[in-house]
Every structure is written in C-alpha cells, then in structure tokens.
C-alpha cells in the first residue's frame, strides 16, 4: 500500500519560493508516475508537475514551466517540488499523487484518474 505524505507549503510574498515535499512508502522498484496537483478555492485540481521513477522524465504544465522544478531522491523516498518566482495565482493547496503506471498511459499524467494514490495536501499562500 503506498503512502503519501507532503510537507513543506507556506506562506510567501510573490517572487519568493518554496520547496514542498512529498514523503512515500510502499512505492516498489517498479514503474510510477508521481505528481504534484493544486487545487484553488471554487477551481478544479490541476496537475503542474510529474515525474517518471524508472526514467527520470519530467512533465510541466505551461502555467509553471521555467519556474517549477520536480525532483525525486529515491533514497530517502522523497519527491520534491521547487517552486520559484511565486505569484498569487499559485496560492492554492498542493498535493502528491502517484499510480503504479507510466506517465504517458491512459489519461496521464494531468488527469486526476490517472492516479490511485494521494495525500493529504500542504497549503501554498503567496501574497502580492
């Protein structure tokens, strides 16, 4: 049974950064899609970044691209989520997501059913 559990959300004045980071257990050497979603109040969860364990790809939704950073250590179990030149528009609850599947399968890796596994959620607020 895998999981998730992220940390590292805040509060920040817009340009600043934040790393987040998602602690997993029961994550196998096998192929995973793990995935940082957001979700605004009164929007729907959006995906922004995601990260192949077996081959290390990394995905980027436009609205983060050149500002975001996915990373996984694989040994201490721990994806990250670098996020710089924060905005008000990215304020919004963070969360980590994973699915034993490749990130190019079915509806991956932006649809929210894609993935069988997530956490609880850490709260970005940037403030202008």
């Known amino acids: 049974q895998v999981q998730l559990a992220e940390s590292g959300g805040g509060s920040v004045q817009a340009g600043g950064s934040l790393r987040l980071s998602c602690l997993s257990s029961?994550?196998?050497?096998?192929?995973?899609?793990m995935a940082w979603f957001r979700q605004a109040p009164g929007k729907e969860r959006e995906g922004v970044a995601a990260?192949?364990?077996?081959?290390?790809?990394?995905y980027y939704a436009d609205s983060v691209k050149g500002r975001f950073i996915v990373s996984r250590d694989k040994a201490k179990n721990t994806l990250y989520l670098q996020m710089n030149r924060l905005n008000p528009e990215d304020t919004a609850m963070y969360y980590c997501?994973?699915?034993?599947?490749?990130?190019?399968?079915?509806?991956?890796?932006?649809?929210?059913?894609?993935?069988?596994?997530w956490g609880q959620g850490t709260q970005v607020t940037v403030s202008s």
């Open positions: 990260f192949s364990t077996r081959a290390g790809v990394t």
């Open positions: 029961g994550i196998t050497s096998g192929s995973y899609c």
């Open positions: 997501a994973a699915v034993g599947a490749f990130c190019g399968d079915g509806s991956g890796p932006w649809s929210r059913n894609h993935y069988n596994y």
